[in-house]
C-alpha cells in the first residue's frame, strides 16, 4: 500500500513547469510515497510548455483548483501577494488542505493571517521556496535552530541584485548598463523594481526573522534600502578600500529588540559574504552559544526553488511517520560500487617519489609512468639540497585508480627509488 | 495547555551538559512547549560539573534510564557503537519511546536494525547531531533535499583532521608534532585512532549515504583513509602544485552505483572545501538539476552538537502540529527596534563626497565631520583628473547612524561639496 498524496499546483511559469518535470519522473527521488498531480491552474491553457500537462484537469480559477475535491494538497507558484494568490491559499486553508507556497511576498505580507487560519486547524502551510531558492533556510530556522539561541541572521538573498553588483565591478560598467543587459539576457526582470529596490529581500528576510527570533510577520517593520542607489564609483571606491558592497539583508537581536534590514553595505572582502559573487544566495547564522553557520546555493530560478517545494511536498507525504532512515530499510536498495568498479574511476593522481639525484633517474621515472599508460600533466621537482634525494611530485593526467597504482608498483620497483612512493587522488573542483 | 516532554538523558559529558545548560534556561528558545529532564545517567555520579544535575533522577543503568516510566524521549549520548548505547537506544524503541542521538558509530554500524524496531511502530529515532555538529545536514538531506536527485554528498567531516592538516601547513611541523600539541590543547583525543584513521568521517559519511541515495547503511562498505599517512612534504608539495590536502569524506552516484569512501585528496586551493580550514566542518551536496548547496559551521563541540540535540527534540516537541510560523501568532511578542533606538547602534560607515579641487576644501570637510564626532579612520582622495571635482571617501570609525546622519548634512552643506554624499554602511565581518 502507497503513501499518495493528491496535488493540485497553480501557477505554470518556471518553478511550476519545473516542479512538473520533476514529478513526471519522480521514480528517481527519494520520496516515501507517490506524489500524483491532479489539476493545475494558469492565466493561459495554450501557452507553450516545456511539459506536457493534458493528462492533468485544467481550472481556469486557482480557488476552483484549490477548492477541488480532487486537491488534497494545494502548491501555490502563482507569486503576488494580494490577488488571486491569496484567494486560493485561503481557500485551501479554510478546507484543511495543506498548502506549499513559493510566494515570498504572500508569506511577508499576509503571514500572520494565514498562519492562524492554518493553525486553528492544526493545517500545514510550507514555504521552504519562498527564502534562497534551494538554499534549506526555512527548515533550518524553523526547526534545526529552534532550540538555539540566535544572535543574528545576515545573508545575500537576491541573486540578481548581487548579480548586478558583481557585474559591474568586474565589467566597470554603469548600472543601467549593467540591468539592461541583465534584462535582455533573462537575469533581470522587465520591471526590476522588485529586486533592485531591495523589497524582494525584504520580503525574505522579514519571514526569517520571524521564524528565527519569534517577532511578529510585519513587513512593515523592514527597513529597506536597495542597489539602485549604487554607482560604479561606489563600488571602485569601495574596492580600494578593500571592502566589497553587497546588498546585505539582516535581522539581529539588540537589547532593544530586533534590528531588520535590507541594504547596501561595505564588507571587508575577506568576510564570507564578500566572497559570494554572481547570483548564489548565502545565509549566515550566528548563534548566541553554538558558533556560526554559512549556508550557501542557487536562491532562485525554476529547479532550485522546485526543490525547495519537493522537499515540502516530501514532508508532507510522509508526514511524522517518516521512515527513520528516510526510507523502509527494505527500499535501501540502490547498490554500492565494488572495488572493481572503483578502481576503473577516473581521477587525476599525486604519485610522490624521494628520488635519488643521479643521472637518468627522472627519465627511468617517467619511462615507468607511460608503460602503465599514465600521462604526466606537471612535474615538480625539489632542489636536492645537502641530502642525496630530492621529492618529486607528479600529478598525472586523468587515469584509473588501477592504472595509478600499477604506475606506482613499477616506480617503486626502481633503484632509484627510497621509498615507496605516495599516491593521493586530486579533485578537480 | 503547554505541551510538555520528558526527557531522559544519558551521558554527562561535554554534549551532555551542553544539553543540559541550554535546557536550564529554555525560555530562551524558540520551543513550542516545555522540556523537561527527568532523569540522567552517567558512568560517574559525583564527577563534578558545569551544571547542576541535583533535581533530576539519576540511573547508574541507562537501560533503566531509558525503561523509566518517567522518561517520554531518551536522549542518548554516550557514544560507543557497541554496549550500553545501544541496549538502552533499544530499550527505549521496544517500548516505542523516541530517541534522539548523537551517536555516530551507532548509527552508521546498526542503523538499520534500530531502523527496523523503530519504524514498525513509528517511532522517531533522530540523530541530526550525529553528523557534522551542529549543521543541520541531516534534516537538509532527509527531508530537504528528498525531493531532489542528488548526485553527490562531500565533505570536510571532521574538525580534527582538518585542524591537524591545516596546522601543519601554517606552522610548517610534522603530523606527530602537531598531533601532540593538538592532544595537549583538547583538540584531539588521548587516543586519536577514531579521528585520525578516518573511521570518524567514514560513520558519517555512511550515515549520509544511506539518506540521500537509498544505499544500505552499511559502513562496511566504506572505502576508509586517514590523515595519519600524510606528511609535510605532501603538503608542501600540494601547495607548490596551487592545491591544499584535506581529508575528504565523499558519496557520489555513479553508474554502476554509489562510491563512498573517505581519504585525503589534493583540492585546487580555490575550491569552496580548500578554503575550510582549521576545525569547521563543511558539506557541498551537488544535485542533477536543482544546482550545488554549501553547508558551513562547527562540526563538533559541546554546544554546537547539544544545538542539533535540541533541534530534534523541538520537532518531537512540535511533530506535525507545529505552528506555520514556528510559535502561535500570539506568541510572536519579541518588539522590533524602533527608529530611534536603530539609530544609536554603532558602526563604521563610508561616506563619500565629490569634492571641488580646491584648497582648503578637504579640510573643511574634516572639520566638518569632528563638529559631530565622528572620526576618520582612513580617508581616499582620488585624483581629481581632468575634471574640477574629486571623490573622497572617508571610512569612519564607530559611531551611530544618528551622528553620521548629522556629519552627512554638515557636509552637504559646504560650498566644495559638489552632489549629495552618500552614506554607506560597513560590516567589519
Known sequence: MTNTLKIGIAGLGNVGTGLIARLQEQEKLRLSGQIEITGVSARNRSRARPVSIDEYSWYDDPVALAEAEETEVFVELMGGSDGPAKLAVEAALKLSKPVVTANKALIAEYGETLAQIADKSQTPLLFEAAVAGGIPIVRAVRESFSGTQIRSIKGILNGTCNYLLTEMMESGRSYDDVLADAQRLGYAEADPFLDVSGTDAAHKIAILS????????????????????????????????????????????????????????????????????????????????????????????????????????????????????????????????????????????????????????????????????????????????????????????????????????????????LHPARLIRIETN
Open 210 to 417: 520571524s521564524l528565527g527570533f519569534a517577532v511578529p510577520m510585519d513587513f512593515s517593520r523592514v527597513k529597506i534600502g536597495g542597489v539602485d542607489t549604487i554607482s560604479l564609483k561606489d563600488l571602485e571606491l569601495a574596492g580600494k578600500l578593500d571592502h566589497k558592497i553587497k546588498l546585505i539583508a539582516e535581522a539581529r537581536q539588540t537589547q532593544d529588540g530586533v534590528i531588520c534590514r535590507v541594504e547596501p553595505v561595505l564588507l571587508p572582502k575577506t568576510s564570507p559574504l564578500a566572497q559570494i559573487d554572481g547570483p548564489l544566495n548565502a545565509v549566515q547564522i550566528e548563534t548566541e552559544h553554538a558558533g556560526n553557520y554559512t549556508l550557501t546555493g542557487p536562491g532562485a530560478g525554476s529547479h532550485p526553488t522546485a526543490s525547495a517545494v519537493l522537499g515540502d511536498l516530501s514532508v508532507l507525504l510522509s508526514g511524522q511517520n517518516k521512515a527513520v532512515l528516510g526510507m523502509k530499510v527494505g527500499d535501501l536498495n540502490n547498490p554500492f560500487c565494488d572495488q572493481a568498479q572503483m578502481s576503473t574511476a577516473q581521477s587525476k593522481y599525486l604519485i610522490r617519489v624521494d628520488l635519488l639525484d643521479k643521472a637518468g633517474a627522472l627519465a627511468s621515472l617517467t619511462e615507468e609512468l607511460a608503460k602503465s599508460d599514465v600521462s604526466v600533466e606537471a612535474l615538480l621537482q625539489d632542489s636536492a639540497g645537502t641530502s642525496e634525494s630530492a621529492p618529486v611530485a607528479i600529478m598525472t593526467h586523468n587515469c584509473s585508480l588501477a592504472a595509478a597504482e600499477e604506475a606506482v608498483k613499477h616506480v617503486n620497483s626502481l633503484e632509484a627509488v
